[in-house]
């Protein structure tokens, strides 16, 4: 294990100095094992797995000057990955609610302008209102929402009880819907004044 942390700071001291041939021994060492990271995430999804790979290492290129060479590259690896990944299921989010939103109040969008603005719209608020959710709800709400787990299953991976989870569930969607709906009103209001103008 020694070696491998030393041989890795090796390799990270001289790719700080922009040697591409570090960098694509750090790649191989360590891309199978982010794909494998990050297939597991993502349930299967062998696609964005592959995409999240390869944007990490995009990353770690940028920003090779600057990139720290004491601590595990392993964990800072693994790190990236599962950020980008949240990022990601945070954007399946907003897409879902949206999606909902729009199933829930009727609205028939085509490809047009109107669709193209709501959104806009609606996807900041969506991303505030996320944020806004404690950690541990925010966490329920997107293994259940996105990932389509079951409350049995988000409590055996989290180790809490099912009604923790559906609790939290609860009032993560509750606090969704009420913060979105009087938006989304106004949102709608504003089209229709806009088009019947």
């Given at each position: 294990?020694?070696?491998?942390?030393n041989?890795?700071?090796?390799?990270?001291?001289?790719?700080?100095?922009?040697?591409?041939?570090?960098?694509?021994?750090?790649?191989?060492?360590?891309?199978?094992?982010?794909y494998n990271?990050?297939?597991?995430?993502?349930?299967?999804?062998?696609?964005?797995?592959?995409?999240?790979?390869?944007?990490?290492f995009?990353?770690i290129?940028?920003?090779?000057?600057?990139?720290r060479?004491e601590?595990?590259?392993?964990?800072?690896?693994?790190?990236?990955?599962?950020?980008m990944?949240?990022?990601?299921?945070?954007?399946?989010?907003?897409?879902?609610?949206?999606?909902?939103?729009?199933i829930?109040?009727?609205?028939?969008?085509?490809?047009?302008?109107?669709?193209?603005?709501e959104?806009?719209?609606?996807?900041?608020?969506?991303?505030k209102l996320?944020?806004?959710?404690?950690?541990?709800?925010?966490?329920?709400?997107?293994?259940s929402?996105?990932?389509?787990?079951?409350?049995?299953?988000?409590?055996?991976?989290l180790?809490?009880?099912?009604?923790t989870?559906?609790?939290?569930?609860?009032?993560?969607?509750?606090?969704?819907?009420?913060?979105?709906?009087?938006?989304?009103?106004?949102?709608?209001?504003?089209?229709?004044?806009?088009?019947?103008?």
């Amino acid at each position: 294990m020694n070696d491998e942390i030393n041989h890795d700071l090796f390799l990270l001291e001289r790719l700080k100095k922009g040697d591409v041939t570090c960098f694509e021994v750090l790649y191989s060492k360590y891309s199978g094992r982010l794909y494998n990271f990050v297939l597991n995430l993502s349930k299967g999804d062998c696609y964005l797995a592959e995409e999240i790979v390869q944007n990490v290492f995009v990353k770690i290129w940028e920003i090779h000057p600057h990139i720290r060479t004491e601590g595990s590259f392993n964990s800072f690896l693994f790190t990236v990955g599962r950020n980008m990944f949240l990022n990601v299921v945070k954007s399946r989010v907003q897409e879902s609610l949206y999606h909902d939103y729009l199933i829930e109040n009727e609205i028939v969008l085509d490809n047009s302008v109107e669709k193209e603005v709501e959104f806009k719209m609606l996807e900041e608020q969506i991303n505030k209102l996320i944020d806004q959710l404690p950690p541990a709800r925010r966490n329920v709400y997107i293994l259940s929402k996105v990932k389509h787990l079951s409350n049995k299953e988000i409590a055996a991976l989290l180790d809490i009880s099912e009604n923790t989870v559906e609790s939290q569930l609860n009032k993560a969607t509750h606090f969704i819907r009420q913060q979105l709906t009087p938006y989304c009103e106004v949102v709608v209001f504003a089209l229709l004044v806009f088009y019947a103008s």
